[in-house]
């Protein structure tokens, strides 16, 4: 009987032992599915993060205490210079490739505007590429390198769109981006 108490024990023992070894099975087994559920996240989410910081964004703001005042809107795109005039003028940056303008009138009333690429020494009479009230309905195209000049007037030489207020102060905001 004892060796039968002793085989019972041993016995015990081995399947003490057998449920250890089985939980450590069994730890490594969740550890695992686990560290592989987040090797197949960060797979899946990587390439969606990537994307995302692809369509990064830049603005460039501009404050105007007063509109940009010229028979020619193109003689004042050429000569931005002068502090708070209804003039943002910026470089458009590498991989930049289209850009959205948005004008905000302190009267609250969309002003006028026009947009001029490259226009710093070019004779009166240069053509916008665009012109508009308020903001843009569309991106505007543009080129790495290209210097960008908005022009807020009161109410532009040739607007075909009469606007909704005339322009007073307020800010101009440029968003570049590399997607439409």
């Known amino acids: 009987m004892a060796s039968q108490g ?3 024990n041993a016995t015990n023992e081995d399947r003490k032992r057998m449920i250890l070894e089985g939980a450590t099975v069994a730890r490594r087994t969740v550890l695992l599915s686990l560290s592989m559920v987040v090797c197949v996240a960060i ?3 990587g390439p969606a ?10 603005f460039v703001t501009s404050i105007y205490d007063a ?3 010229s028979v020619q809107p193109a003689f004042v795109a050429a000569n931005c210079g002068s502090p708070n005039t209804g003039c943002l003028t910026t470089q458009v940056a590498t991989g930049e490739r289209f850009v959205s303008i948005k004008v905000r009138d302190s009267s609250g009333l ?7 690429v490259n226009a710093s020494g ?7 590429i665009a012109s508009f009230c308020g903001q843009t309905t569309e991106s505007i195209p543009v080129q790495s390198g290209d210097v960008i000049s908005v022009v807020v007037s009161f109410a532009g030489v ?17 968003m570049f981006s590399r997607t439409r």
């Open 110 to 116: 969309d002003a006028y505007a026009d947009v001029y």
């Open 122 to 128: 070019v004779p009166v009479g240069h053509a916008p």
């Open 49 to 58: 993060e990537a994307q995302k910081r692809k369509h990064v964004s830049r």
């Open 6 to 8: 002793a085989a019972v």
């Open 43 to 45: 797979v899946l989410v």
């Open 158 to 174: 040739d607007a075909a769109q009469p606007c909704a207020g005339a322009a007073t102060s307020g800010r101009v905001t440029a």
């Open 67 to 69: 509109p940009a005042v």
